[in-house]
Structures are given as structure tokens and as C-alpha cells.
């Protein structure tokens, strides 16, 4: 079994109580039963998943988040949540702890004129930087998501000073990508080329040789990733496409098949 077979990215909703201009979530799918998100968590697990991403929307908006991490941590997979932070506090962390392997937290600049012009509410920025000792203190790993746009490129140095200051564990650096229905609406706003995002990221590594810096562009982002859709369909993402290829609560998806039909 190949190592990527393992890794699924869920989507678990495409509520947010934020609303970035260069959002990549889902289109309107309504949220799931906790018995429905059951039935496909243990088709997943069936076909060897050993790895889920917990994402959104705000995967911390769904209320029984906590009873699935629970479960598949049980069962021996390795979760992680993407969150942008608001719901993060102490009593949830507490709550995550022992679950939870590992929390990515949403942060694309410290500047607030970028972080507006990105749709990040006022002082987003300080709410996410008092985040990450809280994660630490916790006991979990922290990584940062940079989204690097055509509107915070300047802001990625001063990012970084503060990043590798707090000590995180790794730092991907995403390429913006017009994926979906609100980032393909705002392309022109964010857009960057991939040459000027290559260099950003090779003078971050350079800048800062002991951070754990990764970069994810659109390629990466779609090879690595099985994903689940908020309304359960498993899905390929390729050349920005989302494709369907199956819904456990209709059909057991057999992932291995998807695995190798899909490169
Ligand atoms: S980018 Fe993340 S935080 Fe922003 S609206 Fe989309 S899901 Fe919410």
C-alpha cells in the first residue's frame, strides 16, 4: 500500500465564521448527521486511512467534532485540524488533547491592511498569534498555513521573524489557487505567478534555515490529497477540477481503486 493511500483531507463543512476573498472551500453542501459522518469515517478506515486532515470551512463549527476525532484516534489514525483560530480556546484545546496529533493554524500575514484586503477580520492576526503557545502548551504540534497571495507577498519576512520567534513546528507556504467558487471569483485580486512564488519561498529557506518550511503549490496540494466533500463524496481535485468518485453513504467507496486510478 502506498503511503499516500492513507491520507484524506475531509472537508467536514463549508461553514465559516470567517470570509476570506481567497477561500477555497466547497460550494453550498449541507453539514452532516454525526451517524453519517460515522458511516463514512468507517469506510475510510475499512480501506486503510490512517491520516485525516480535518478541515473546512471551520472544521470546529461542527458539533461533534470532537466524538470523530475521538473515534478515529481509537482506531489509530493520526488527525489534524485546519482552523483559523476563533474557536481554538483553551477549554476546546483541552478536548483535543490526546486526539488530536497536530493543529494547522490559518495565518497569512501580520500586516491588518493585507489581512483586510484578504478578508480576515480586525485583529485576526493578534488572536492568532495568542493561539500557538496555547497549542504548545497542549502538548501538540503546531504548524502555520500561509496562504501567499498577490496582496501579502511583502509580508512574508516579518511573518517569518515572529513565526520562527514562537517556536512552531512547520510552516507550509500555499500558492494561492482559483479553486472553487470564491477564489475563482476573485483570481485577478491574488493571483501570483509561479516564479515569484518560488522565490518567495526559496529566500524563506534561506532566511530562516532551521524553520520547517514547506511549500505547497497547486500540484502538490492536489497528488497529496483525497478529499471528502462536506456532503460526503469522496473526491480528486485535479487542475483545480474537483472530481466525484463515489459517496459512502449511497455506496462503499473503495479507496485503493481510487488511489491508483487517479494518477
Ligand atoms: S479561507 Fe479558511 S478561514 Fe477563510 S473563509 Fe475559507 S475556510 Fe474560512
Known sequence: ???????????????????????FSFADEKDLSLNEHM??????????VNK?????????????????LNYANSKGVLNKINTNGQLLTSEALIELRGICGQINLSLNSLNPQSNKIMGKPQGNELLVLSRIPLVKMNGLRIAVNSVASGQNLNDFNELGDKLEEEGIDEWKI?????????????RDLFDIDYVRYQELYQGLQQKYPSMNIRAVTQKEFECNNLLVSPNGQIAITKDAEDYVLGNPLE?????????????
Open 1 to 23: 500500500m502506498q503511503e499516500n493511500l492513507k491520507k484524506v483531507c475531509w472537508v467536514i463543512t463549508n461553514k465559516c465564521n470567517q470570509h476570506c476573498k481567497f477561500c
Open 39 to 48: 458511516k463514512i469515517l468507517n469506510n475510510l478506515l475499512e480501506f486503510g
Open 52 to 68: 485525516i486532515t480535518w478541515s473546512g470551512g471551520e472544521s470546529l463549527l461542527i458539533p461533534h467534532l470532537m466524538k470523530l
Open 174 to 186: 500555499m500558492k494561492f489557487t482559483a479553486m472553487r467558487h470564491i477564489s475563482k471569483k476573485n
Open 251 to 263: 455506496k462503499e467507496v473503495d479507496v485503493n481503486d481510487i488511489y491508483f486510478n487517479k494518477n
